[in-house]
């Protein structure tokens, strides 16, 4: 047990090591999207900063609703959503770390959990994890820790459940927003959508051929928000910086 939680401790301060900005020169995958950035603005003083998100000013007004993917064991920014405007929020993650969480939580009447993730398919799919403390993912990963099985609805199935106009949505989703999105974009699922956070996570330390597929899909995307005529912002990050690109998109 002792062997165990030291090369735990080991491998923790080695990932640490390994993702100090000082060595994405290093990082081929690290400097394609420190690259990738430098072509789009970053949000500026015309959004709100709420927890550790961003919403812009003159769009939000705080009658809209909220769907919001991804929750761990942080619910700050809803929270917040709720303090400030008084939102309907609806909160949905399948994964069983974020479940208890939400099970110890005195949640606001004004948000409605659902133990259900997201998907360009609906059904039922499988989450790998890497680590015991790592975030389970969509991705398939060489070496996997545990898998589980969890129900995932299709944006189809998420307008049924709201049964509202929504006119934003927040993507922290571990690997499923590129498609998601692309989904939402391709086909104008929900005309009413007028921001659309997310954060698109490259599989770091993943099989190559996950790397390769994640740049095919996120540039295909990329070209469908320009050809859609949507915004896109980056969201800034203080460290641990081009490991994914955290976005605000604004309908125009």
Not at 109 to 121: H, M
Not at 138 to 162: G, N, R, T
Request: glycine residues 2%.
């Amino acid at each position: 047990m002792l062997i165990k939680k030291i090369l735990h401790l080991l491998y923790v301060y080695f990932i640490k090591f390994i993702r100090n900005d000082a060595f994405i020169i290093f990082s081929r995958k690290r400097r394609y999207l420190r690259n990738l950035s430098k072509k789009y603005k970053y949000i500026d003083d015309s959004f709100h900063k709420i927890a550790n998100y961003y919403v812009p000013k003159n769009l939000f007004n705080g009658e809209e609703v909220v769907a919001s993917f991804g929750v761990g064991s942080d619910i700050e920014f809803e929270n917040q959503l709720v303090n400030l405007f008084n939102q309907e929020i609806f909160l949905f993650d399948p994964t069983p770390k974020s479940i208890e969480y939400i099970s110890k939580s005195n949640l606001s009447q004004n948000i409605n959990f659902f133990p259900l993730g997201i998907s360009s398919t609906a059904g039922v799919h499988k989450f790998y994890q890497t680590k015991p403390w790592s975030d389970y993912t969509i991705m398939k990963p060489k070496k996997i820790f545990d898998e589980i099985s969890v129900q995932f609805i299709d944006v189809e199935k998420l307008i049924s459940i709201i049964n509202k106009p929504m006119s934003m949505m927040k993507l922290d989703i571990e690997g499923a927003a590129i498609s998601v999105v692309h989904n939402i974009l391709e086909n104008n699922l929900i005309p009413e959508l007028k921001i659309i956070i997310a954060e698109f996570e490259a599989p770091m330390y993943q099989r190559n051929e996950n790397f390769i597929e994640y740049k095919k899909d996120l540039e295909s995307l990329l070209d469908l928000i320009k050809i859609k005529q949507w915004k896109l912002f980056l969201i800034p990050k203080q460290k641990n910086k081009y490991v994914s690109l955290e976005v605000v998109l604004i309908s125009n």
